[in-house]
């Protein structure tokens, strides 16, 4: 299971650190992978990071602006974001993936967490 927090309204500049609280799995055996979506689009993989070796990945569209970190001991996964735009508002969800070369989750979609960039 997986229960995404830290959504919220913020101002294009601003900054928002979402957490993905993972139960009935350990996190550390699977890389994970956050994605987006907006209405009316599919979800899009923004960034993953890696099981074995904790390599990061990020989309162009968020690369230097997103952070992706994960901490084992308390099986949880974290994106740090700043320098939003208006662009990033969407629905943003945690998914165990078996690589972070592939984008098909192993699990059910959480309930996601709404950010949105507004002035």
């Known amino acids: 299971q997986f229960v995404e927090s830290g959504g919220d309204l913020v101002q294009p500049g601003g900054s928002l650190r979402l957490s993905c609280e993972v139960s009935?799995?350990?996190?550390?055996?699977?890389?994970m992978g956050w994605f987006r979506q907006v209405p009316g689009e599919g979800r899009e993989k923004v960034s993953c990071?890696?099981?074995?070796?904790?390599?990061?990945s990020y989309a162009d569209s968020v690369k230097g602006r997103f952070t992706i970190t994960r901490d084992n001991a308390r099986n949880m996964v974290y994106l740090q974001m700043t320098n939003l735009k208006p662009e990033d508002t969407a629905v943003y969800y945690c998914?165990?993936?078996?690589?972070?070369?592939?984008?098909?989750?192993?699990?059910?979609w959480g309930q996601g967490t709404q950010v949105t960039v507004a002035s």
């Open positions: 990071i890696g099981a074995d070796d904790d390599s990061t």
């Open positions: 998914a165990a993936l078996v690589q972070c070369s592939m984008n098909d989750p192993l699990y059910d």
């Open positions: 009935g799995i350990v996190a550390r055996h699977y890389a």
